[in-house]
């Protein structure tokens, strides 16, 4: 807002060149205008106010244009312009001196007010604090005018619509002391709220009155990052270490005041205040009262007031005596003072409410094992991917009375999801044909169109953690929609025995599948050690419940089942996973694929690498996801039927009888073949965020790294919109976004690849995604090329191999007739490993030469003391192939050595296999084929979450080309080895 446009807001008239403000009593302040420069302009405060220093009399600083409100203000209750001095000043100190911004006197020149102005937002704030740390600046203008009845501080904010201010006072009649620090420790912390600016106030009268709804202000950016920094600087005043459960009862403290908002008419007296001489007792019992219906009201969460502990819930410190209760009280009121003046609950979404909220989240939310919190772009991601303008659009050719989709977050965690999900059924709401709708249907929707109240039926969210279940009902009411269905209970509870849950998600019958929701988008946990004994009877409720034993952590894979029981045919989903859901080749994962290969069509999979979560560098994969129709599943099979044997006919016969398909009692070979069937012709979109910094481009934010601090940082664009590969912000289809392909794809679409999008995505063939017999997906990086693994041949003579007529031979094959597979040792480092050396070796990655295929123990060895066994079988033997089995790079994953004589006094280690042949030659072949660029291009698909691994299933899914005239190609290769063998030898003699 310009200079120029505050001044009119503030009752300025432009006469002439200058700028005039008249009072009812005649009395005129002017600013006379600088041509040049608007900001240099000097205010002349009239004949009548005494101004003791010229350097508040100008704009050049916000905080004057603070000090000229704040006297028109004062001018316009009444007191006398002769009554108001500005800048007074006093020596503070041997050398400091402070200067008063406006002294108010009485009718009889005695000070009455001492009012200090700040800038709106965190320049108030950080007064305020000073103020309750040490007095700031206001105590020691008070010891030099103790007459004073008020000390205020003061703020205000010009902007289009209104002047808003904050004005807290203090009541210097209740301070005694003979000097500042005795003044200061005898005020009890407490302001007076607006004091002599209330409009019921008389002039000279303190104002001092108990908040009512009405006189709550709003906030805005500037006074939410105040009010931010205020929480920071209270716990920091307290030296309260344990942030995470600060923040939790500081959230705790604004479930209270929501409630307290949304229950009280405007001319009410709010409860959420520390009221006229008011006690602690009371009002932790206020707070109390206010939790526990807030609770009820807003999680369903019904607390016996006898089972009610106002010390767990609103401790910020262990209470052991009375010091630590006054001083852990003392904490409760600063808090309730600084946040009870403004209006938090809102109908309408405000932007910096959200990042506030974000705040306080990464401030004071510890993510726990298996929580990690979706990051905002990411959410919104995932919402402009799902094609809600389709679902609405059926719902309306259906003549459905209701067209908003149904949308649920099994585990909503802080609430990203939801939020993002109503922000994005507005867009959608804006965009609806009226004139489409008939009817009741028409009615509805108008009745619902401009305000968030629609959340209550048609936005779902469970979390089974009451503190995250309880931010994120915060979350919503920040984002002024707080109205959805909030769950504080576990998603994969059962339907109808649920005590928790409710709407639509609550059946009066036992069934696995509801069917009910249009859309489920989730970041559900995953990897929980134990969680099967909490699940009560689990066997009832999901089919991949057998496959798990008492200690499977693999809880997400119930997850996958769980989204196919919430949606209704033709729903859409999108869930982020672990990267093992796609090749982890178990039987929980196997079944877990089976069951997601045969209930959805998979739309798209994004690989989101380490940077894309705050506490973990686990990869994980988005899943965007479309749920078959049975009929569709049935019919397919069938038609697959006519083109198989009699034999598989009858087994196809006992399938097609069930009502529900679900896969995971199919034999993987049939089902591999049915799956194929039905996915011919269908494509999926492929995405990888890339490797290191790359991943900040792809996804448009990145973790401050600064010390002690790991907020989110959005990386923005000219036109200060989020810079990302994933979505614009604008257009929801533009095709150099990712999201606009994977919308294409829903709709059976391909669009075109960018040059922008060509090294993150990618169209496949769905059927081309599995890799083998265990129906493992491949991962997308290996669809991609990667800056820090180049795949190439590792054989110092090229690819020879390649030139001879092939034979083909699965490792399974070859382990049954002519090679063993010797996995490395593993022993107690801490036990047998020692400093000095000894006759009992250990080989490891690092004496495998990349280069030259060759051990090399000069290297680093590993010492294990005189009296270990080391196994003949792991002892290296002439011809054997020595593999790396395990690292964290793909380059160094599957390098081999070739064993050129026996070591006995070694063994392989822990990360390391032999492959061992009966045969010199074969041994030899299989050597250059481990060699070769068509391996190497293997290794490249099997990059893992932090660590790569080559395990013996991965070496069985590599088929082996191997020379059909292996005598031929064994002539032919030791010749050559024999020939770089002696140029070698006669370039180190040249060296001598």
Partial sequence: MKLEEKLNQIGFKKINEDFIWNSSMDYQIKIVTNQKDINKSKIDFGDKIKIWNKSTSNLQKNENLTVLECVIRLLEKGYLPENIELEKSWKLGHKGKGRLDILVKNDNHKAFALIECKTWGEEYAKERNNTIEDGGQLFSYFIQEKSSELMILYSSNINNIKIEFISEAIDCKKLKGANNDELFNSWNKSFIIENIFKKETTLYNHGIANLKRKNLKDLDEQSGKGLFNSFAEILRRHAISDKSNAFNKIFNLFVCKIYDEDTKHADEELDFQWKINDNFEQLLKRLSKLYINGLNDYLYINIKEKYFSTYAEFSFIDIYNQESYETNFTIIKELVELLQKYRIRYTQKHQFLGNFFEDLLNSGVKQEAGQFFTPTPLSRFFLKSIPIDKIIQKKIDNKNPDILPYLIDYACGAGHFLTEAIDEY?????????????????????????????????????????????????????????????????????????????????????????NKFDIVVSNPPFSISGFKKDLLIGNQNFTLFQYLSSKSKEIECLFVERTNQ???????????????????????????????????????????????????????????????????IHSKIEDFKNTTDEQTKKQLNEIIKKDIIEGSEINTNLFEQIIKFINQGRKTVLAYSGEKKDQEVFLGYRYSRSRGKEDLEILKNKSNQISTLLYDTENLLNTKKINSHILANFNNQQESIPEELLDNLKYVETNNLLSNSNLVLNNPSSYFKSDNYKIETNSVFGDIIDKYKQKSYLFSELLENSIQYISGLVYSKKEWETPKKTNKKVITASNIDLKTGKLDIDKKIIYLKKDFYLPENMQPQENDIIISNSSGSLKHLGKCAYVTKNYNDFVIGGFLSIIRFSDEKLSKAFFYRLLSYDFRKYISTLRGQNINNLDLESMKHFKFNLPQDIDKFYIEIRKKEKKLAEMQKNIADMKI
């Fill in 566 to 632: 919430l949606l209704n045919e033709n729903g859409y989903a999108g869930i982020i996973l672990p990267l093992s859901i796609l090749n982890n080749e178990s039987r929980i994962y196997t079944a877990t694929r089976k069951y997601l290969l045969l209930a959805f069509e998979i739309i798209a999979i994004i690989e989101l690498r380490d940077k894309t979560f705050k506490p973990t560098n686990t990869t994980t994969v988005g899943l965007f996801l479309k749920k078959r129709e049975q009929k569709e």
């Fill in 426 to 514: 507005e867009y959608h709401i804006e965009n609806v044909n009226i004139k489409q709708l008939i009817g009741r249907t028409q009615k509805r929707f108008l009745a619902i169109k401009d305000n968030y109240y629609w959340a209550k039926d048609f936005i779902y969210g469970i979390e089974k953690d009451y503190r995250l279940a309880k931010t994120t009902k915060i979350a919503l009411f920040l984002n002024g929609d707080g109205d959805a269905i909030i769950t504080n209970g576990d998603g994969l509870d059962n339907f109808e025995k649920s005590k928790q849950y409710s709407g639509i998600l609550k059946t009066d019958k036992n069934e696995k599948y509801i």
